[in-house]
């Protein structure tokens, strides 16, 4: 019954807390900005877009939702005339895969196997055989495309069971996917594979992966620094190592809540996930270890 909640919570709640009815993304502009290189970063309403363009032709990383596809494209156009040839999806979820019908008529989805999995099954509304990834790996891949190597790298389960981060080697840049909401307590999908622990262990391996002057495209939140992601990691390992010592105390859910968390992490509650909800995905997933 968890597992369905959490997926009713995934496919209903994100778009309902950032404010965006179904139909309602008319007042949403796409705001572009420059990353490092060919690499640029498109912000509406959803997962962030990574964007590589340059004497090849365009691709990108996650699609946001399917209404607002004609404006992304409109922002792509503006940074340049190329053709879209590929579409990276970091994880299966609609707010970063909601435009692939659009932009999988234009160029080549590639996607964990997991995404391609969940979004066949997904029903209300199904997803036409031009959204599903045409090219699925679990090991990950190689693109060599605009000059970059860019590599998808698999990680274990985490914010989901499906997800990718996408590591640009030349311009020194990395696309998160959710596992990086910068300044904020993330959603983590239990009821999709993920884990809290897993999750942990995610971002630590991204820590080390990425050079110190590294610029890093969160799910959510703004473009970021090494330092940024190390204040999400500090965050991740305080909140959930406080969960993990209840746990053990043998306290309840109820009693976890009402005890909070320290003054100094408020401010990460301001988000789509409050600090409430943060404490029931990490007692839930923990407890279920
Ligand atoms: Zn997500």
């Known amino acids: ?52 363009i340059g004497s090849d032709g365009v691709l990108i ?48 989805v590639i996607a964990h196997d997991n995404v391609r999995r969940r979004l066949t099954e997904k029903t209300n509304p199904a997803v036409a055989p031009e959204g599903l990834p045409d090219i699925t790996h679990d090991q990950g891949l190689t693109l060599h495309f605009n000059g970059e190597t860019i590599r998808v790298v698999s990680l274990p389960p985490g914010h989901t069971d499906g997800d990718c981060y996408v590591y640009f080697t030349k311009s020194k840049v990395l696309h998160l996917g959710d596992q990086f909401f910068n300044g904020k307590f993330p959603f983590i999908d239990l009821g999709s594979g993920g884990e809290v622990a897993g999750y942990v262990r995610n971002v630590e391996t991204a820590l080390k992966l990425a050079p110190p002057d590294a610029k890093i495209i969160p799910g959510h939140g703004p473009l970021a620094t090494v330092d940024d992601l190390r204040r999400f990691r500090d965050m991740l390992v305080e909140t959930t190592g406080i969960v993990r010592k209840a746990i053990e105390a043998g306290k309840t859910l109820d009693q976890v809540k009402e005890a909070g968390l320290p003054e100094k992490w408020k401010d990460w509650g301001t988000g789509f996930i409050n600090t409430s909800r943060w404490l029931e995905i990490t007692y839930n997933s923990l407890k279920a270890k």
Request: aromatic fraction near 8%.
């Open 1 to 52: 019954m968890r597992l369905i909640r959490q997926t009713a919570f995934a496919l209903t709640f994100l778009p309902a807390c950032l404010g965006l009815a179904q139909g309602n993304f008319d007042n949403v502009t796409i705001k572009t900005t420059p990353v490092a290189g060919d690499v640029h970063m498109l912000e509406g309403a959803g997962g962030n877009i990574g964007v590589c």
């Open 61 to 108: 990383v996650d699609t946001q939702f399917a209404p607002l596809a004609p404006k992304i494209e409109a922002a792509l156009k503006r940074l340049g005339d190329g053709k879209l040839h590929y579409v990276l999806n970091t994880h299966w979820h609609g707010d970063h895969t909601g435009g692939n019908e659009f932009f999988g008529k234009q160029g080549t």
